[in-house]
């Protein structure tokens, strides 16, 4: 059993940043960053493996978004620069035995975090 608890969220001016981390107790092994805007899907957001060596992003936040890890703290954080009204969202993060862009595949989520971005 893996438990997620994000922090981060917040309100922010359009061009601002935030930075939303996710503590995990238990194993984890690649982890992800999804978010859902009110009636829409939840979507992918970005991606790391285990080891940290390889990250992937959604079209939408690469160039904006980073996505890194610290396995000795547990931890995965996601940097999100430039920021747009549009990544306004509940964001969760994941875990999952595979580095994926799928959401099927991640096993345990967190109970998100909600971002706001004001025009």
């Known amino acids: 059993q893996v438990q997620l608890v994000e922090s981060g969220g917040g309100l922010v001016q359009a061009g601002g940043s935030l930075r939303l981390s996710c503590a995990a107790s238990g194993s984890s092994y690649a982890m992800g960053w999804f978010r859902q805007a009110p009636g829409k899907e939840r979507e992918f957001v970005a991606g790391?493996?285990?080891?940290?060596?390889?990250?992937f992003y959604a079209d939408s936040v690469k160039g904006r978004f980073t996505i890194s890890r610290d396995n000795a703290k547990n931890t995965v954080s996601l940097q999100m620069n430039s920021l747009k009204p549009e990544d306004t969202a509940v964001y969760y993060c994941?875990?999952?035995?595979?580095?994926?862009?799928?959401?099927?595949?991640?096993?345990?989520w967190g109970q998100g975090t909600q971002v706001t971005v004001s025009s």
């Open positions: 790391i493996n285990w080891s940290g060596s390889s990250t």
């Open positions: 994941a875990t999952s035995t595979i580095a994926t862009t799928r959401r099927d595949f991640y096993d345990y």
